[in-house]
């Protein structure tokens, strides 16, 4: 994966589910090489909050090293099933349920999820499935410097953005990946 129009076949493989099925949320190749490249310093285990098609999954997969333990958590039953048909002859653990169901099988050195499932997952439950020193990811924010406006007292617009990055357990970044979406990170103190 060393130049930008390579991608790996676990993550072709659920890209093409996703044109059959018509399923277009999924992770951008931006996002995913930012995962491929985090995972590839993991060690332990990794993991994905809200499966989806796989394609986030993949990522990690094809960065993380094969001593690392992947694993993916989804809510939606037939989603679960069609991301461990696309992920299949992979070691990637896909695992029915919320992300509450991470926690039997953390501490992860790396969590990543969406912006629409980082809106439902309280902070202290992704502080609680990572390790110290561990990272949580957040992919599918607008840049903050696109923002024309701004709150009274200085306060950022973008609410969930503004907690992960004040919240003292972490040590927080956001990222632009592209003039129109940005990443956070942040590392568990």
């Known amino acids: 994966m060393s130049t930008t129009d390579e991608v790996p076949e676990l993550v072709s493989r659920a ?25 590839a310093s993991c060690r332990g285990t990794v993991a994905e909050a809200s499966t989806g098609s796989g394609v986030g999954v993949a990522w990690l997969r094809s960065g993380a090293s094969p001593e690392t333990r992947v694993v993916s958590v989804e809510r939606d039953p037939q989603r679960a099933q069609q991301a461990r048909e696309n992920l299949e002859d992979s070691d990637v653990e896909v695992i029915d349920g919320g992300c509450d169901q991470l926690r039997e099988h953390g501490p992860f ?19 609680s499935l990572v390790e110290p020193g561990g990272l949580v990811v957040i992919d599918d924010f607008e840049p903050s410097g696109q923002w024309s406006t701004r709150e009274p007292q200085g ?7 503004h907690g992960w990055l004040t919240d003292e357990r972490f040590t927080s970044t956001e990222t632009t990946l592209a003039a129109d979406l940005s990443v956070l990170i942040a590392a568990r103190r």
């Open 15 to 39: 890209l093409r589910h996703c044109l059959r099925t018509g399923w277009l949320e999924t992770t951008r190749h931006e996002t995913g090489r930012l995962l491929a490249t985090l995972a």
């Open 109 to 127: 050195s790396l969590l990543y999820m969406n912006r629409a499932t980082a809106e439902l997952v309280e902070r202290d439950l992704a502080w």
């Open 155 to 161: 306060l950022l617009t973008d609410r969930l953005l």
